[in-house]
């Protein structure tokens, strides 16, 4: 029974409790995102200045609940970032613009330095000088990477002149802030986001139909496919000595396929949540499993992340303006770099080198045969497939917690594979096996033309059929939730 005492007390709790597990497929999320909602229709189209304070505060609302007090590091970081950005572009360009720039990358780097890679430091300096220093608890603070890349961007931008216009000190807040962002991107760029703040358009309806197909898309990838499929890889890549080279084997094709539902997933929900506020982000993943080859592999995966390495990684370091050995040394550090960014552990940097040396050999080949090569359906499907088992290899290394593990996924599966497996695993693990059929045939089996169609048609829909859509989707991912939540894969990135 609901009193006057549990409701006070309940608001007390939602604005000074904090959870860890408040991310958006949570119903906890969604209740307070709809009563946010309904606030933000009413105010929208007032003073700007309101608006953009609102959601700025439900921002930081969201940040408080899964990192607690370490939410004022993301305001701080917006505050001293933009200050000195300012102070840069009253330098008067030259040396002292370079400094400031300088100055206002190592601010924006210092809290990522220290919270995601003191121990892996720390562990480096114990073996080469022998050292007994213990790893430090130390907290990651949710989004930490992903506005720190925004909040760089934005200074080098302004730097080379490319945003070439003034933006207020709240304008940027709501940047740095903006609450579908902050879990797992997209990393989105100021001429993204910046000038549609600044634009008095009514809300465009084909934008938020847009936006509540990807909130439905997004909650199947995520909230039922990933997350159903995740305990039994858990279980794999915890103990892989434990299991048949068979089970393994499904281990690792289904955590290729969980990572790509969990982060395209996530990603649909951020596009579509600020589709809803009228805000329109650039497309995250574009079918990234169909790719033939390295190079295209990457412009389909992560695409703001890949596009922001090349563009403040990979053109810095020269590009492929050096020559060829260059580019390729190029190539593989950009690659080397990435991998470190998703994590302090040799495993990622083995991850990143497994990419990097894939790109340089995709870019010495073409240019050396592959060029020449007809491209027949044979041949694709030989790219597609050698591309497929590069990266599902690469993955292995991006899960495994260390060496040891890797080595036995890859010894299990390479010494004790038997066919004879399936039949039992089909029975035991039925409905691991649709939902991973799903996921293949979903990506695979579907041309990018349907997809098209499919979101176009949900898109034109009647209300009432996508609140249908809507209802049965929240009731699979109720009927088909585990235990819990599974926290977000790429939130501790």
């Given at each position: 029974?609901?009193?006057?005492s549990?409701?006070?007390?309940?608001?007390?709790?939602?604005?000074?409790?904090?959870d860890?597990?408040?991310?958006?497929?949570s119903?906890?999320f969604?209740?307070?995102?709809?009563?946010f909602?309904?606030?933000?229709?009413?105010?929208?189209?007032?003073?700007k200045?309101?608006m953009?304070?609102?959601?700025l505060?439900?921002?930081?609302?969201?940040?408080?609940?899964?990192?607690?007090?370490?939410m004022?590091?993301?305001?701080?970081?917006?505050?001293?970032?933009?200050?000195?950005?300012?102070?840069?572009?009253?330098?008067?360009?030259?040396?002292?613009?370079?400094?400031?720039?300088?100055?206002?990358i190592?601010v924006?780097?210092?809290?990522?330095?220290?919270f995601?890679?003191t121990?892996?430091?720390?562990?480096?300096?114990?073996?080469?000088?022998?050292t007994?220093?213990?790893?430090?608890?130390?907290?990651?603070?949710?989004?930490?990477?992903?506005?720190?890349?925004?909040?760089?961007?934005y200074?080098?931008?302004?730097?080379?002149?490319?945003?070439?216009?003034?933006?207020?000190?709240?304008?940027?807040?709501?940047?740095?802030?903006?609450?579908?962002?902050?879990?797992?991107?997209p990393?989105?760029?100021t001429?993204?986001?910046i000038p549609?703040?600044?634009?008095?358009?009514?809300?465009?309806?084909?934008?938020?139909?847009?936006?509540?197909?990807?909130?439905i898309?997004?909650?199947?990838?995520?909230?039922?496919i990933?997350?159903?499929i995740a305990?039994?890889?858990?279980?794999?890549?915890?103990?892989?000595?434990?299991?048949?080279g068979?089970e393994?084997?499904?281990?690792?094709?289904?955590?290729?396929?969980?990572?790509?539902c969990d982060?395209?997933?996530?990603?649909?929900?951020?596009i579509?949540?600020?589709?809803?506020?009228?805000?329109?982000?650039?497309?995250?993943?574009?079918?990234?499993?169909?790719?033939k080859?390295?190079?295209?592999f990457?412009?389909?995966w992560?695409?703001?992340?890949?596009t922001?390495?090349?563009?403040?990684?990979?053109?810095?370091?020269?590009?492929?303006?050096?020559?060829k050995v260059?580019?390729?040394?190029?190539?593989?550090?950009?690659?080397?770099?990435?991998?470190?960014?998703?994590?302090?552990?040799?495993?990622?940097?083995?991850?990143?080198?497994i990419?990097?040396?894939?790109?340089?050999?995709?870019?010495f080949?073409?240019?050396?045969?592959l060029?020449?090569?007809?491209?027949?359906?044979l041949?694709?499907?030989?790219?597609?497939?050698?591309?497929?088992?590069?990266v599902?290899?690469?993955?292995?290394?991006?899960?495994?917690?260390?060496?040891?593990t890797?080595?036995?996924?890859?010894n299990?599966?390479?010494?004790?594979?038997?066919?004879?497996?399936?039949?039992?695993?089909?029975?035991?693990?039925t409905?691991?096996?649709?939902?991973?059929v799903?996921?293949?045939?979903?990506?695979?089996?579907?041309?990018?033309?349907w997809?098209?169609?499919?979101?176009?048609?949900?898109?034109?829909?009647?209300?009432?059929?996508?609140?249908i859509?809507?209802?049965?989707?929240?009731q699979?991912?109720?009927?088909?939730?585990?235990?819990s939540?599974?926290?977000?894969?790429?939130?501790?990135?």
């Open positions: 029974m609901f009193t006057f549990s409701i006070t007390n309940g608001i007390w709790e939602l604005f000074t409790k904090t860890n597990t408040f991310l958006f497929c119903v906890k969604w209740t307070l995102f709809v009563v909602f309904a606030i933000y229709l009413l105010i929208r189209n007032r003073r200045t309101m953009l304070t609102y959601v505060c439900f921002g930081l609302l969201i940040s408080y609940k899964v990192n607690g007090w370490y004022l590091l993301m305001p701080a970081t917006a505050l001293l970032s933009w200050y000195m950005t300012e102070m840069m572009k009253t330098a008067g360009g030259g040396k002292h613009a370079k400094r400031w720039l300088a100055a206002v190592i924006d780097l210092l809290p990522l330095i220290y995601k890679y121990n892996f430091l720390v562990g480096i300096f114990d073996n080469i000088f022998a007994n220093f213990s790893p430090m608890a130390i907290f990651l603070p949710v989004g930490l990477s992903f506005y720190t890349f925004q909040a760089i961007s200074s080098v931008d302004v730097y080379k002149q490319k945003v070439n216009y003034d933006v207020s000190l709240l304008e940027y807040c709501f940047y740095i802030t903006f609450f579908p962002l902050l879990f797992a991107g990393i989105t760029r001429d993204t986001l549609q703040l600044r634009t008095n358009k009514p809300v465009d309806e084909k934008l938020v139909n847009l936006g509540f197909w990807l909130i898309l997004g909650l199947l990838k995520k909230g039922l990933a997350d159903y305990d039994y890889n858990n279980w794999i890549f915890d103990d892989p000595n434990s299991y048949s068979f393994v084997t499904m281990g690792v094709i289904g955590y290729y396929l969980q990572l790509y982060f395209s997933g996530y990603s649909d929900l951020s579509g949540l600020a589709a809803l506020l009228g805000i329109r982000l650039l497309q995250n993943f574009n079918f990234p499993y169909k790719a080859n390295a190079s295209e990457w412009h389909r992560h695409i703001s992340l890949s922001w390495f090349r563009d403040y990684v990979y053109i810095p370091l020269g590009g492929n303006r050096k020559g260059r580019t390729y040394v190029n190539n593989f550090i950009t690659m080397v770099v990435a991998g470190l960014w998703h994590g302090a552990s040799w495993m990622f940097v083995i991850w990143g080198a990419h990097g040396g894939a790109l340089v050999i995709h870019k080949c073409k240019k050396l045969f060029d020449k090569i007809n491209d027949t359906p041949v694709k499907f030989c790219s597609w497939l050698l591309t497929t088992l590069t599902m290899a690469a993955w292995v290394f991006f899960r495994a917690k260390d060496m040891a890797a080595g036995d996924v890859f299990r599966m390479f010494t004790d594979f038997d066919w004879a497996y399936l039949p039992p695993f089909a029975t035991v693990r409905m691991w096996l649709v939902f991973a799903l996921a293949l045939t979903i990506h695979w089996g579907m041309k990018e033309s997809n098209e169609r499919i979101k176009e048609k949900m898109t034109n829909a009647h209300w009432i059929v996508k609140l859509v809507f209802a049965v989707t929240v699979l991912v109720i009927n088909f939730s585990q235990d939540v599974q926290p977000l894969l790429y939130a501790q990135f």
